[in-house]
């Protein structure tokens, strides 16, 4: 049997009421050489084994303990059989053309290219249009990549894949960081394929958002030395001319409010100017389709 050109990750856990859209998301891709794999993490509902066994023998079932989202895409990643890996969530889906256009670009890129990302679109909780770059010096103080990125398998390899300590969500952001210090770099494809399910119950909106200090420590820690002064500068002066959002004094300001405070505090208050920033962004209508528009 050929190896496919691209194996599609999907970490799961009690997900069996997602399984049809999944499905449906991945047999109207026009690139059709790929595999899926889906990892069942430990689920615990009744009707996840049968849903599960009763899927095309053509998708791999893999079952484990449960590690986390972290430990289940490792082990999809350690599966694949494609040069190139999809990570893909239970709930999320991807327009039809997103494996076409990103793994012709992966193909065609050089090896430094270590991944290639397209902007969201909104569902759910929310709706719209949430563009996504590339910038090395934004990526240390907020993730700005999708977790749903088309990833050179080799790039995971040799960054180490996902931490599996980071259970509180966001541990793309992590890896993400982790492509970056491997001297890989991404590229963008301004156009909303990928479609991001937005919970209000969700790990995003109600449990990761609220941890940010907590979460951002850990990062710190992994990699202290791209946070020391001289390697921000560094970074900030190579990246100034791409699309950001942080400027150097906020960088500043967050670190030093992240040493000051107590972490709880901390939490809080960056949470807080998050919903206020969502608040705004919805209210200009950044995200809405009538302000963005469909492609």
Same mark, same amino acid.
């Given at each position: 049997?050929?190896?496919?050109?691209?194996?599609?990750?999907?970490?799961?856990?009690?997900?069996?009421?997602? %399984?049809?859209?999944?499905?449906? $998301?991945?047999? $109207?891709?026009?690139?059709?050489?790929?595999?899926?794999?889906?990892?069942?993490?430990?689920?615990?509902?009744?009707?996840?084994?049968?849903?599960?066994?009763? %899927?095309?023998?053509?998708?791999?079932?893999?079952?484990?303990?449960?590690?986390?989202?972290?430990?289940?895409?490792?082990?999809?990643?350690?599966?694949?059989?494609?040069?190139?890996?999809?990570?893909?969530?239970?709930?999320?889906?991807?327009?039809?053309?997103?494996?076409?256009?990103?793994?012709?670009?992966?193909?065609?890129?050089?090896?430094?290219?270590?991944?290639?990302?397209?902007?969201?679109?909104?569902?759910?909780?929310?709706?719209?249009?949430?563009?996504?770059?590339?910038?090395?010096?934004?990526? %240390?103080?907020?993730?700005?990549?999708?977790?749903?990125?088309?990833?050179?398998?080799?790039?995971?390899?040799?960054?180490?894949?996902?931490?599996?300590?980071?259970?509180?969500?966001?541990?793309? &952001?992590?890896?993400?960081?982790?492509?970056?210090?491997?001297?890989?770099?991404?590229?963008?494809?301004?156009?909303?394929?990928?479609?991001?399910?937005?919970?209000?119950?969700?790990?995003?909106?109600?449990?990761?958002?609220?941890?940010?200090?907590?979460? &951002?420590?850990?990062?710190?820690?992994?990699?202290?030395?791209?946070?020391?002064?001289?390697?921000?500068?560094?970074?900030?002066?190579?990246?100034?001319?791409?699309?950001?959002?942080? &400027?150097?004094?906020?960088?500043?300001?967050? %670190?030093?409010?992240?040493?000051?405070?107590?972490?709880? &505090?901390?939490?809080?208050?960056?949470?807080?100017?998050?919903?206020?920033?969502?608040?705004?962004?919805?209210?200009?209508?950044?995200?809405?389709?009538?302000?963005?528009?469909?492609?």
């Amino acid at each position: 049997m050929s190896e496919p050109t691209v194996s599609v990750v999907v970490p799961f856990y009690n997900g069996a009421r997602f %399984l049809d859209g999944l499905c449906a $998301s991945l047999a $109207s891709q026009t690139f059709r050489d790929f595999e899926t794999i889906i990892v069942d993490d430990g689920s615990t509902e009744a009707a996840t084994p049968q849903r599960l066994a009763d %899927l095309d023998p053509e998708i791999r079932v893999l079952h484990q303990d449960n590690r986390g989202l972290a430990g289940a895409r490792n082990t999809g990643f350690r599966a694949a059989r494609g040069a190139f890996v999809l990570p893909l969530d239970q709930d999320d889906r991807i327009e039809p053309s997103f494996l076409a256009e990103t793994a012709a670009m992966l193909r065609d890129a050089p090896a430094e290219v270590g991944f290639v990302f397209s902007h969201m679109r909104l569902a759910g909780a929310m709706d719209g249009v949430m563009p996504r770059h590339f910038n090395r010096f934004d990526q %240390l103080f907020l993730n700005q990549l999708p977790y749903c990125m088309l990833i050179r398998r080799a790039a995971w390899q040799t960054a180490g894949g996902y931490d599996e300590a980071m259970r509180d969500g966001t541990e793309d &952001w992590e890896f993400n960081i982790r492509l970056l210090r491997a001297g890989f770099r991404g590229v963008e494809i301004a156009k909303p394929l990928f479609i991001y399910q937005v919970s209000s119950g969700g790990m995003l909106m109600s449990h990761a958002a609220q941890m940010h200090g907590t979460i &951002w420590r850990h990062i710190r820690t992994n990699h202290r030395d791209l946070y020391r002064l001289p390697a921000l500068i560094a970074a900030w002066r190579a990246n100034r001319a791409a699309p950001g959002k942080v &400027w150097p004094l906020q960088a500043a300001g967050l %670190l030093g409010l992240a040493k000051l405070l107590p972490e709880a &505090w901390f939490n809080r208050l960056f949470y807080r100017l998050l919903t206020m920033t969502r608040a705004r962004r919805i209210d200009r209508g950044d995200y809405r389709q009538a302000s963005l528009g469909r492609p």
